[in-house]
């Protein structure tokens, strides 16, 4: 199995910078994919980034030019870094992971975190 332990969510006012991680362990041959989804309330949950074993980004249209999305593939840690942030940030943020977890398989499983509260007011 593998298990995803999220941190840095908090209350922060309209402006200001948060900084969630997440970190995977378990299982794991490697990442090919990490990434982060929030969820409003009674609203759908969105994609916000994510970043491939290579590097690569793609980040959702509402949070480009404030939101950096990193990963440290030696802790199998992925980070996003949210400034200048919006009372509409404010919901749960969601880790999720794209798994290798064998030498001898090329098949792959997606894993999500238990999700961390993000609440932007003043």
């Known amino acids: 199995q593998v298990q995803l332990v999220e941190s840095g969510g908090g209350l922060v006012q309209p402006g200001g910078s948060l900084r969630l991680s997440c970190a995977a362990s378990?299982?794991?041959?490697?990442?090919?994919?990490m990434g982060w989804h929030r969820q409003a309330p009674g609203k759908q949950r969105e994609l916000v980034a994510g970043?491939?074993?290579?590097?690569?980004?793609n980040y959702a249209d509402s949070v480009k030019g404030r939101f950096t999305i990193s990963r440290d593939n030696a802790k199998n840690t992925v980070y996003l870094q949210m400034n200048s942030l919006k009372p509409g940030a404010t919901a749960v943020y969601y880790c999720?992971?794209?798994?290798?977890?064998?030498?001898?398989?090329?098949?792959?499983?997606?894993?999500w975190g238990q999700g961390t509260q993000v609440t932007v007011s003043s």
């Open positions: 970043i491939t074993s290579g590097g690569s980004a």
């Open positions: 999720n992971v794209v798994v290798r977890r064998s030498v001898y398989s090329d098949s792959t499983n997606r894993y």
């Open positions: 378990g299982s794991i041959f490697s990442i090919n994919y």
